[in-house]
């Protein structure tokens, strides 16, 4: 058997790969076949899992950056209702690739605008996916309660409960457990889909095995609009549309009370938490030490561009250490190992996927390689990787195959298609 082995990375010694999984890790002896990379000094970790993502919105940085959540996207739907498919491709090659360039090599993206009806939309991102190398969990998101009934988006972005339906199955017969894609069943948020649109997707989802995600809990505003239209709270309402389940995640979750948090952590219901984009619209901070002491799956999410202009997962790691800090006032509430573990096994978790985000024998050889010649000085590489200055991987594989080496990704013309979506993006200008 043919062996890929990294070796003299710093953290945690050699490791060897072979069809596509980690066979042997720390000090790997060397056979006959063997291909070796040397990583002298560097630090691997498991590559990093994205649990909440608008690749779309790469089209859309910097607008409306003294907004809170409901105003931003009231600034910024009628500009995304005039986007086309061949945009939302454009920004996926960017937006994947700058996630691969951070080690992420899993990445959960959560489309809800269908352009005028296209819902090839889809077929984009999965095809951008799979030319990047990188795993995606494509969710076919949704709204179907537009301005007229009551909705926060404007009626000529919504779909109808049938179309979204159709369109659903389309996409889940096309790319679901397609190499290294996975679909999602995905209704926007309470205040942009109807309850008949939520109590349909879980029922379609649960019939073909697919996992369900939407937002959920992110600002007091979304509170409001809940009791106004329910006389509930957000999770109260989505309790009685059985979205409180094992095969559930959240995006945000951030506004839980104490029995809410109990709540899901009897449920198995997981949070992305998305540290930089609830500070920049000023959403809040979850709770993210006291929903994991509950038993909730946690995974980092870097949601979309607009609002998160960085873009990528490694400084996610860093903003949920600081954020848990500041929230309980405790200087240990969260360590770079535990920042470390959300981005990677909670992440897994909440995705519903067992074999990555693990530094393992068995595990899925989903690694990244960081560059380590400026943390030799450091005594714990991982206290250096999270709390140090931005880095871009040195190298990225997933399962095993090359997908960033020598900080390049593989299979695109980077540059090219930067200024290609600077190009697209400056149309929506006017």
Request: glycine share 10%; hydrophobic share 40%; with cysteine.
């Amino acid at each position: 058997m043919s062996r890929l082995v990294l070796r003299g990375a710093r953290e945690p010694g050699d490791v060897a790969v072979a069809d596509g999984r980690i066979v042997a890790i720390g000090e790997v002896p060397s056979l006959a076949d063997d291909t070796d990379l040397r990583v002298d000094g560097d630090v691997i970790t498991p590559g990093l899992v994205n649990t909440h993502h608008h690749l779309y919105q790469y089209l859309t940085r910097g607008w409306a950056t003294d907004c809170d959540l409901f105003t931003w996207l009231t600034t910024l739907y009628p500009v995304w209702g005039r986007i086309e498919v061949d945009d939302v491709a454009t920004a996926a090659q960017v937006g994947l690739s700058d996630l691969l360039l951070s080690g992420c090599t899993t990445a959960a993206d959560h489309h809800y605008l269908v352009p005028r009806g296209d819902d090839t939309v889809f077929d984009a991102l999965a095809e951008t996916a799979l030319t990047l190398g990188i795993r995606l969990h494509l969710a076919r998101g949704s709204m179907d309660l537009g301005e007229s009934d009551g909705g926060l988006p404007p009626d000529h972005v919504v779909e109808g409960l049938d179309a979204i339906l159709a369109s659903s199955e389309r996409v889940a017969d096309r790319w679901h457990d397609a190499d290294r894609i996975h679909v999602t069943v995905a209704p926007c948020s309470p205040f942009s889909v109807t309850p008949e649109l939520m109590r349909e997707s879980a029922s379609f989802a649960r019939s073909r095995g697919l996992r369900l995600h939407t937002h959920l809990a992110e600002t007091r505003e979304e509170e409001a609009d809940c009791l106004a239209r329910f006389g509930k709270r957000p999770l109260a309402v989505l309790e009685d549309l059985d979205w409180v389940a094992d095969d559930v995640w959240f995006a945000h979750g951030i506004h839980f009370d104490d029995a809410e948090v109990a709540r899901l952590g009897r449920s198995g219901a997981g949070v992305a938490h998305c540290p930089s984009s609830n500070a920049r619209v000023a959403a809040g901070m979850c709770r993210v030490t006291d929903l994991t002491a509950a038993g909730v799956p946690v995974g980092l999410g870097v949601d979309g561009v607009a609002s998160n202009e960085q873009g990528t997962l490694l400084p996610e790691l860093r903003q949920a250490l600081f954020t848990a800090r500041q929230r309980t006032g405790r200087a240990d509430a969260l360590t770079s190992h535990q920042a470390l573990d959300l981005a990677t096994r909670g992440g897994a978790t909440c995705l519903g996927v067992d074999d990555i985000g693990r530094l393992e024998v068995g595990a899925r050889a989903d690694l990244v390689t960081w560059p380590g010649e400026d943390l030799v000085d450091v005594p714990d590489p991982i206290d250096g990787l999270v709390l140090g200055p931005d880095r871009r991987a040195r190298h990225v594989h997933v399962g095993g195959v090359p997908v960033v080496r020598d900080g390049e990704v593989l299979g695109l013309d980077l540059p090219a298609a930067r200024a290609e979506l600077g190009r697209r993006a400056r149309r929506l200008w006017s």
